[in-house]
């Protein structure tokens, strides 16, 4: 059996457990002593690698078929023994001290396990077969050799830069510029075999130093230095660290890339062909290729220095595009509009980078020359020219242009174009002779002179213009300040203006004033000796506090260095003067109320302009705005018209003298409360009046008429109450007389109204007056009571279920005439007198319906009834009636009075009449005595029939004679049952007291026991009660025969052992006896 692997060492399984006897180990001493001696260097025949720390296997191949049956096997690493097989009927296995925690030799097949590789592990090892009879054939008689390689990873792959600082992988270094030498370490750590290392860009292998290697602890840790020139072909390239070893699947790569700066490789700029036009967008684009980082790009117009900043007619577009390799392509576009100032300028652009920069080399650059095509830009001279009438005058005008020939000559006056085709009056002017000459000065020649001229790119006018001036004579206007009509109230003055119209200096040396065509003063005079009219603007004569004497037309004519000009038009002065006193009338002289009165305002000066319009006040206060016609009338007239009324005259002038008068207002009798046309009055009432109020100015009086008659002074039945009440201006109510007719309940029979005989017309009645006659006011007296003696049309109604009742009609007596109100089941179901139902009856509709009269003082009832007659229907029940099996036929109906039929039904469907039965002086009751000798099942069926008809078959099941208890009633039957259930609660409520009874002695008998044959308890009752067997029995407390107490029980108080307040082993005894009722002796149990 092979051995088995444990914590120390080889053991076998324990059942065969087996040592080698001396002959056995002597000869594998021998044998191994002969390998040893035997063994030649050869050839290693397989080679195996495997990962530290991992399980290896080393196959032994033995072919026994070619070199026969296997004696022993030795494994040898390097010369050294690690273990050896015996083999025979007992397999014999021996593995060196220093190995045999992770080594193992097996069989089927043979092999050398080594668990947990180390790095020392790492040999040749050799299998070293013997055989017990080689064969000639065998072929491995020099053993079988395994080269062990131990594969260790790398711990990690490093790259430092010049340094020593780490580079990450995949990180970027620099900024770098080209030309500049980039300096890197790559160290792989801990490995095993030595690895191979290289620095690669891309698929080429970058040229370094030889590798260096050291050895530490079995373990290889190598490094590799790069010195390399940064070129352009670096631009975008990974530079990668690539590490192939035995121990690694793949090639490990670490790699990091340069940030390499390099200068730009070219500039072009592109933009304009030939020329361009003044007006035209430019568009100049600068490219500059091969930079990285991106240029920075400046723009020069000529060595001037280009900036967006300060020209907003200028636009300067930058972008930058990254290539394929990691440059930058930049394009700046300058976008300005061509002007004539751009002509043979050189454009010119310049780029550069921190490369260029750094070693201060100039920036590349690229120029354009552009030429601008533009059209004439004119010049005029002189600025102003002054001339007198009939003179020749010399207009200038200058121009440069790209091209320079002219194709149109154009001079504008006033931006209008000048008529030089009229040779009479003008000369010049054309593309042979540009200036323009004016040969004889006119009036239209004033104005602004421009000149504008044309090549084969456009027009070009000058900005300037020549200012010509031509004099002549003014021509004049009279203006007044203050312009419109002055009033002579204001004694206000009044300045004149002499206006110039069109004067060429506009500037009057001298003005003669004239009024009605006659002159009145020239100004300004000089000759007199006030010196205040010399040095004066003649231009102004000053009018002052103007009255109706200075109402003239007024006119002027002016003089400057051409002369006196013609007189202006008359301007007429107007002067505003008031209207006279007002007078003041009305009509008609003593007002009504409701009625119309018309003032009338006149005058006897109307005044300037002659005044037609009046202004009046009403009571000291306005004017009223909305009347200003010399009429006004007032309509209508109420009390707010007493008051004082006045009027004036006014025109543009002002307002004349003021006129009032006071209006005196009558009112005709008029009811301010008169009588409702009808008074209701509950005939029980304690106080009654009837008021009446009457406005009249003058004064009337008012009287009472009952039914057309004076109620006589001296009826004591009545008395009246008067005052004369004041105006009310809230209301516009005049004087007025109120008057109160009281009845005297206290006086009329039973001291109450009569409901018959008190109902009357009562009037009021006033006198006239000056301006209006009597007027009345009548009123119905009506005595009130509450509904009485309400009736109903029909006080009981029949009718049949399904079909619709008569209508039913519900009077009352009352004053006012009352409402009605129908209700069923307190729910109202109709309005008005008469109930009428539309739908068809049912037999829930049957019941007492109320009629509801009421009015404001009370109501009064009065009921019908319905009742809503139905076919019966029935029911049978089986009874004993003295001793007799019956059954009893119920009929349910309306009419209750019932008729019936008996009948039975056979298994076949026919039916037997069995007649009416007896109704023993029940009106809705049949009863039908069984036969006794019958043995069958049967159907007994009964119908009844009531004055409506009949209603449907009723039936019950005979099956056999009833039980005793089924011929009971059903009271007798709940009678027996509720017997019965009495009694069994009975018994339950004696038992349960007997149980608490026996309980309780229980419990007494317990607390009077004696613990023991000494007399002395067990223990107080509340120390018992409290410990944890309570409930168990006391123990006996007479003495029992203990001498022949052999039982096999182990008693807790053997051996006069107590615990606790219970005596045990008496416990124990006395579960063992019984006491007797009779006695109280205590037994033992048999």
């Known amino acids: 059996m092979l051995p088995r692997r444990s914590g120390k060492g080889i053991r076998t399984p324990k059942p065969n457990r087996e040592t080698l006897s001396a002959p056995e180990t002597i000869s594998l001493v021998l044998l191994l002593c002969l390998s040893l001696i035997g063994r030649v260097s050869a050839q290693v025949d397989t080679t195996i690698s495997e990962q530290e720390s991992q399980s290896v296997v080393l196959p032994c191949p033995v072919n026994e078929d070619k070199c026969g049956k296997l004696h022993s096997l030795n494994w040898f690493k390097g010369d050294d023994r690690i273990a050896a097989m015996l083999l025979g009927d007992n397999n014999v296995t021996s593995v060196n001290k220093e190995f045999e925690e992770r080594v193992t030799v097996e069989q089927n097949p043979y092999r050398l396990v080594i668990k947990d590789l180390k790095i020392y592990d790492e040999d040749i090892y050799l299998c070293d077969t013997t055989f017990f009879i080689p064969e000639e054939t065998c072929d491995n008689f020099n053993g079988y050799r395994i080269e062990l390689r131990v594969l260790v990873p790398p711990t990690e792959v490093v790259i430092l830069d010049a340094k020593g600082d780490r580079i990450k992988n995949g990180s970027i270094v620099g900024p770098m510029q080209e030309r500049q030498s980039l300096k890197a370490t790559c160290t792989v750590k801990n490995t095993r075999p030595q690895p191979e290392v290289g620095w ?56 990091f890339s340069v940030d390499l700066q390099v200068r730009p490789t070219g500039i072009e700029i592109n933009g304009v062909e030939h020329h361009t036009v003044q007006g035209s967008k430019v568009v100049l684009t600068c490219d500059i290729y091969g930079a990285r980082p991106a240029v920075n790009l400046s723009w020069y117009n000529s060595t001037n220095l280009i900036s967006a900043e300060t020209n907003n007619l200028t636009e300067i577009r930058m972008k930058a595009f990254e290539t394929n390799d990691g440059t930058y392509h930049t394009q700046s576009e300058l976008i300005f509009i061509a002007t004539r100032f751009e002509n043979d300028r050189v454009f010119r652009c310049e780029a550069e980078n921190v490369v260029l920069q750094l070693n201060r080399e100039k920036p590349i650059s690229s120029a354009l020359t552009l030429e601008v095509l533009y059209p004439p830009v004119v010049k005029v001279s002189p600025s102003d020219i002054i001339a007198n009438t009939s003179e020749i005058v010399l207009l200038n005008c200058e121009y440069v242009a790209n091209p320079a020939s002219l194709t149109q000559v154009e001079w504008y006056r006033n931006d209008e174009l000048v008529n030089i085709n009229d040779t009479d009056h003008y000369k010049g002017g054309n593309s042979e002779n540009v200036a323009l000459v004016i040969k004889s000065t006119e009036k239209k020649d004033i104005g602004n002179y421009s000149c504008q001229l044309s090549n084969n790119i456009g027009k070009g006018i000058s900005d300037q213009k020549i200012n010509l001036d031509v004099q002549y004579v003014p021509s004049v206007e009279i203006l007044m300040i203050p312009e419109g009509p002055v009033k002579e109230s204001d004694e206000s003055n009044v300045t004149l203006f002499c206006n110039i119209l069109d004067a060429n200096p506009p500037v009057l040396n001298k003005v003669r004033w004239y009024a009605n065509s006659t002159l009145l003063k020239e100004l300004p005079d000089c000759e007199e000796t006030r010196e205040d009219l010399c040095h004066i603007d003649p231009s102004k004569l000053l009018l002052e ?102 009027c004036y005259a006014f025109n543009e002038g002002g307002k004349g003298e003021m006129a009032t008068v006071n209006l005196e207002v009558h009112a005709p009798p008029f009811f301010i409360k008169n009588l409702p046309p009808y008074t209701g009055i509950l005939h029980t009432t304690a106080n009654a009046s009837l008021t009446c109020r009457i406005e009249c100015v003058p004064r009337c009086e008012i009287s009472w008429l009952k039914d057309g008659e004076p109620i006589p002074k001296n009826d004591t039945r009545y008395f009246v109450k008067e005052k004369y009440m004041e105006s009310s201006p809230a209301t516009g109510d ?15 029979p039973l001291a109450k109204f009569d409901i018959e005989a008190d109902n009357a017309n009562y009037t009021c009645v006033s006198t006239g007056n000056t301006v209006g006659p009597s007027i009345r006011s009548r009123t119905y007296f009506g005595i009130e009571y509450a509904p009485d003696n309400t009736t109903v049309s029909e006080n009981i109604v029949y009718v049949q279920e399904d ?16 409402s009605y109100k129908w209700f069923f089941k307190n729910e109202t179901i109709a309005n008005g007198n008469a109930l009428i139902i539309n739908n068809a009856m049912k037999r829930t509709d049957n019941g007492t319906y109320t009629c509801l009269a009421y009015n404001k003082h009370g109501s009064s009832t009065a009921e019908t009834v319905i009742k809503v007659h139905f076919k019966p229907r029935c029911e049978i029940e089986r009874r004993e009636i003295d001793d007799q099996d019956t059954l009893i036929c119920t009929a349910i109906g309306d009419p209750s009075e019932a008729d019936f039929s008996w009948s039975i039904k056979s298994e076949n469907e026919t039916v037997e009449s069995l007649g009416s039965g007896d109704k023993k002086n029940f009106v809705d009751k049949s009863f039908y005595i069984l036969q006794k000798d019958y043995a069958i099942s049967r159907t007994y069926r009964c119908l009844a029939n009531n004055t409506v008809g009949s209603g449907p078959f009723c039936e019950i099941e005979v099956a056999e004679q009833l039980a005793f208890w089924q011929l009971w009633e059903k009271t007798t039957l709940i009678i027996v049952t509720a017997a019965i259930l009495g009694l069994l609660l009975t018994v339950i409520i004696i038992c349960c007291i007997i149980i608490c009874i026996c309980r309780r002695r229980r419990r007494q008998d317990k607390l009077h026991d004696k613990s023991s044959s000494l007399g002395e308890p067990l223990t107080e009752p509340g120390e018992y009660e409290n410990l944890p067997f309570h409930g168990l029995q006391t123990a006996p407390n007479k003495p029992l025969n203990t001498e022949s107490f052999d039982d096999e029980f182990i008693y807790a108080d053997l051996e006069s052992q107590h615990y606790g307040p219970i005596n045990y082993k008496a416990a124990s005894i006395y579960s063992q006896v019984k006491k007797n009722k009779k006695t109280g002796a205590l037994d033992e149990l048999k």
């Open 200 to 255: 690669f860009r891309g698929t080429k292998r970058l040229t370094t130093y030889s590798p260096t290697h050291d050895l530490n602890d079995g373990l290889y840790t190598s490094t590799l230095e790069l010195d390399w020139s940064l070129s352009r072909d670096d631009l975008a390239q990974d530079i990668e660290c690539r590490v192939t070893s035995a121990a690694l699947p793949n090639t490990t790569v670490t790699k």
């Open 545 to 646: 506090s103007i009255g109706r004497g200075f109402f003239y037309n007024y006119s002027c004519e002016g003089f400057n260095s051409a002369g006196w000009g013609p007189r202006s038009e008359d301007k007429e002065l107007m002067v505003h003067y008031e209207p006279g006193s007002a007078a003041l009338t009305l009509f008609p002289l003593v007002a009504v109320k409701k009625k119309s009165v018309t003032f009338t305002c006149s005058v006897d000066d109307p005044g300037y302009p002659n005044s037609n319009r009046f202004r009046w006040l009403r009571g000291g206060r306005g004017p009223l705005q909305d009347i200003v016609t010399k009429d006004w009338t007032v309509e209508p007239v109420g009390l707010d018209s007493r008051t004082n009324y006045s």
């Open 734 to 748: 005049f004087e007025s007389m109120l008057s109160v007719l009281h009845f005297n309940i206290s006086n009329w």
């Open 803 to 818: 079909r619709i009742p008569g209508p039913v009609i519900c009077k009352s007596r009352a004053n006012p005439e009352p």
